[in-house]
């Protein structure tokens, strides 16, 4: 059975600080993995998808990294901004043909002015 | 192009009462999932739909029915509220074609007391 893991399960970093959020699965064989975005009492907002035959996929000052064979991705957040505090959400979607996604519990996020 | 719609936002339940929350999308998606969210224990899925007429269970089905008359709508029923359902529920859809990401809706927030 795929588990998804997010550590930490919190952060708190000074405004302007690089930092990388961690996130593990057990099963190699998926198909891809999705980061999301979710703020407070909202709904998820899609920032990356990766698929398994890729490295890594990059959208402004995020940069997320995939290695299947080893279970693991990371989201990269450059030059932080407070704007940037919210819960981070990775997901991945296993082999089968129904694309279902197992969620980690994400890791909150809080930039401090 | 509204996405993923939900409906409704917010609703109170009393123990044992019915109701049926509705997901739509204008995207021809031909996935659509449910989805709970609980503090601690991230979203888990509930019931999906590969397309039109067919749905299966998730990894949380109990006390929850689900129906897909129409590809653009997906139907979560609870017929007899109990308030271990207090949860925020959220509808997501994606194509069929591999690879694609999954859209979330805004979510509905379901308190039953």
């Known amino acids: 059975k795929q588990e998804v893991t997010q550590i930490p399960a919190a952060l708190s970093v000074p405004e302007g600080e690089n930092l990388v959020l961690n996130c593990s699965f057990t099963?190699?064989?998926?198909?891809?993995l999705q980061w999301f975005r979710q703020d407070p009492g909202k709904g998820l907002t899609s920032l990356l998808l990766i698929q398994s035959s890729q490295r890594e996929q990059t959208s402004g000052r995020l940069n997320a990294s995939l290695d299947k064979s080893s279970g693991r991705s990371t989201l990269y957040i450059a030059a932080s901004q407070p704007g940037d505090s919210a819960t981070y959400l990775c997901a991945v979607r296993g082999s089968s043909n129904t694309g279902k996604l197992i969620f980690g519990q994400g890791t909150t996020l809080q930039v401090k002015p | 192009n509204a996405g993923v719609t939900q409906t409704p936002k917010f609703r109170v339940l009393k123990t044992g009462q019915s109701m049926t929350l509705l997901c739509a999308q204008d995207m021809n998606h031909e996935y659509m999932y449910w989805y709970r969210q609980d503090p601690g224990m991230g979203l888990r899925l509930i019931h999906y739909?590969?397309?039109?007429?067919?749905?299966a269970k998730g990894e949380v089905p109990d006390g929850y029915n689900v129906s897909r008359l129409k590809k653009q709508n997906f139907l979560l029923g609870l017929e007899s509220a109990a308030p271990s359902q207090t949860s925020v529920y959220f509808c997501a859809s994606v194509t069929g074609t591999r690879g694609r990401e999954q859209y979330f809706g805004p979510g509905t927030r379901l308190t039953v007391t």
């Open positions: 099963d190699s064989a998926i198909y891809n």
């Open positions: 739909s590969v397309g039109e007429g067919t749905t």
